[in-house]
């Protein structure tokens, strides 16, 4: 499973942290704002509150091309949405750019 973490306002002690706990072959990409990691194991949320230089963290499902950003999203909500179960997703674009939002927007309209 493939992971983003948003690191904090200390980037290298953020990346040191990180690959201490999930090891440096872990790790896959990263820029000024990101570190993406694969595990073979679920990252739990109790895992994540153990990290003091990440914000925030989330779990890749998909990457793909603006152009197919309402297919693949209103597949995944019709693959793992019941009546009874509600849904928690977010969309990320990185980096964001003014375009980005109101693209964003209409397309989250449109889901």
Not at 52 to 67: R, Y
Request: with cysteine; net charge neutral; aromatic share 8%.
């Amino acid at each position: 499973m493939k992971y983003s973490f948003l690191i904090g306002r200390h980037p290298p002690l953020s990346i040191a942290e990180l690959t201490a706990v999930f090891g440096p072959a872990s790790m896959r990409s990263m820029n000024a704002e990101h570190v993406f990691l694969e595990s073979k194991d679920e990252i739990s949320p109790a895992t994540f509150d153990r990290l003091g230089g990440s914000i925030n963290m989330g779990k890749v499902i998909n990457e793909c091309d603006e152009g197919e950003l309402i297919e693949v999203c209103t597949d995944y909500i019709a693959s793992v949405c019941t009546p009874e179960k509600k849904l928690i997703f977010a969309i990320n674009i990185y980096p964001v750019a003014p375009a980005h939002k109101k693209f964003l927007k209409n397309i989250l309209i449109k889901v």
